[in-house]
């Protein structure tokens, strides 16, 4: 039998991971209406939340599916599990930070595959399945998503052209509101499973539940619960690049950038594309960008957020593979305390380096002058 | 389809994706036109920013139950899809 007491320092990791999934992906769904003041900061990401959590209780069948098709599930241990959250979240740590919104599916699944790598070699992780169910999907989904919102507000622009501004604003507003919505609840659908799945994947690993075993309503529980309260802290960071670095956002654009995702991800979802929100979204807020006559999308942005997105399967893996030789090589239940002692000491740090830029509601939405830290300093101390 | 890439998939995304994801707001557009009141280009008179004639309004009407329609849809294909 297992260790329990490594099996639940692995369960408090995936939990972590889930939180970090939930604040680093806030602006993919609210990221435009927090831009265009559709709503406030606080109601956007308190909207999100609710949604995410009614979104990761919607569906529920899908249990680890991270892993399945990807790597060989019969070599999973709970070292590796532990090792790859580790790089996980250290990875979605360092691109908050920088404000860059990567692919937290792709920092877990890099993560995980780094530390089989490292446990088991080369055999334990099915390439094919990699390429075609995760590399393929990456790149196509931007395209295909900018594509469709550059139609969008193409359509939505020639119609409107006539509306006086104001009701046009009013009017699309509250369209933003819904669409908004839609990929909120779609997130929770999809990002929620992935913790679920990887705490099934644990647990099965310890010998806790067989193989094969549905996930326990408690796991379903206490995910939904974390994801939530990941995306009410909202990451301010992140939607700041997105809702004001990217591309300046009119409440029409916002809309259809919005409805683009929102459409993608679904559809997605429905033919078993397992794809990262984030990419679709941003794929769509640049598709928005470029459909406004007079639009302008900054490519300098664009092009640091496409090499994040190349670069977060393989620093996730080297983060994951590092994790695993740290918690293996000291061995035992004193290997996963380490690591987390470890992992603890290097969020704090993180985290103690965003306060010298700090982003909040208060600032969010200031002018972008080419970087995530606001115009007016808040290093002052006294921020909002 | 290969053994790569699902085309008929991807196929398939961007076109009803162009329906449900440009083409539900193009409606919504179409809706939010026939109900907005006049005014580009000089003040308005007062406050109110949609009204017009029944008619208008139920152009309207008609083009927000559709797209409110697609988006139940929508939930449904989520919450169908998770109880396979």
């Known amino acids: ?384 | 389809m290969s053994q790569w890439i699902d085309y008929k998939a991807v196929w398939e995304i961007v076109v009803i994706g162009l329906l449900a994801g440009a083409g539900l707001p193009a409606l919504f557009a179409i809706g939010m036109r026939a109900i907005a009141l006049p005014g580009k280009g000089h003040p308005r008179e007062s406050d109110e920013l949609f009204g017009g004639n029944p008619l208008d309004i139920a152009v309207a009407a008609l083009c927000f139950a559709v797209v409110l329609a697609a988006v139940g849809f929508g939930i449904y294909i989520i919450v169908a899809s998770g109880h396979k």
């Open chain 1, 1 to 384: 039998m297992g260790n329990d007491i490594a099996l639940a320092l692995v369960i408090i990791t995936a939990l972590a991971f889930d939180f970090t999934n939930g604040f680093h992906d806030t602006a993919n769904a609210m990221a435009t209406s927090i831009a265009t003041r559709a709503l406030s900061p606080r109601i956007a990401v308190g909207l999100s939340a609710v949604l995410n959590l009614v979104g990761a209780f919607l569906s529920l069948s899908v249990a680890a599916t991270i892993a399945s098709g990807l790597v060989d599930t019969g070599l999973v241990t709970l070292t590796t599990v532990f090792a790859g959250l580790c790089g996980a979240i250290v990875w979605n740590l360092v691109t908050w930070l920088f404000g860059i919104p990567s692919s937290s599916s792709h920092a877990l699944i890099g993560g995980v595959i780094g530390a089989m790598l490292a446990a088991a070699g080369s055999h334990a992780v099915k390439w094919q399945g990699l390429v075609s169910k995760v590399i393929i999907p990456a790149v196509l989904s931007p395209f295909i998503a900018g594509l469709i919102a550059t139609a969008g507000t193409y359509l939505v622009y020639r119609i409107s052209r006539s509306m006086h501004e104001s009701s046009r604003s009013a009017g699309f507003r509250i369209g933003q509101i819904g669409s908004a919505s839609m990929v909120s609840l779609a997130h929770g659908t999809n990002d929620a499973q992935k913790t679920m799945g990887v705490i099934t994947l644990g647990l099965i690993a310890n010998g806790t539940l067989a193989a094969g075993a549905t996930t326990p309503s408690w796991v379903v529980v206490s995910c939904a619960l974390t994801i939530a309260a990941g995306t009410y802290m909202g990451g301010w960071r992140v939607i700041r690049t997105l809702g004001k670095g990217l591309v300046e956002i009119e409440s029409p654009q916002g809309f259809a950038a919005e409805s683009s995702s929102a459409a993608v991800i679904l559809l997605s979802t429905h033919f078993g594309y397992s794809l990262s929100t984030t990419q679709v979204a941003t794929g769509s807020i640049m598709g928005c960008g470029l459909g406004k006559k007079g639009g302008e999308v900054r490519w300098i942005v664009a092009g640091r957020m496409a090499t994040a997105w190349v670069i977060t399967l393989p620093s996730a893996g080297a983060m994951g593979a590092v994790s695993y030789y740290i918690a293996n090589g000291i061995g035992g239940t004193a290997g996963f305390v380490v690591g987390l002692i470890l992992l603890v000491a290097i969020s704090a740090a993180i985290w103690a380096k965003s306060r010298a830029t700090r982003v909040s509601p208060a600032n969010v939405n200031s002018e972008w002058k080419g970087s995530v830290a606001p115009s007016e300093p808040t290093a002052t101390g006294r921020a909002a």
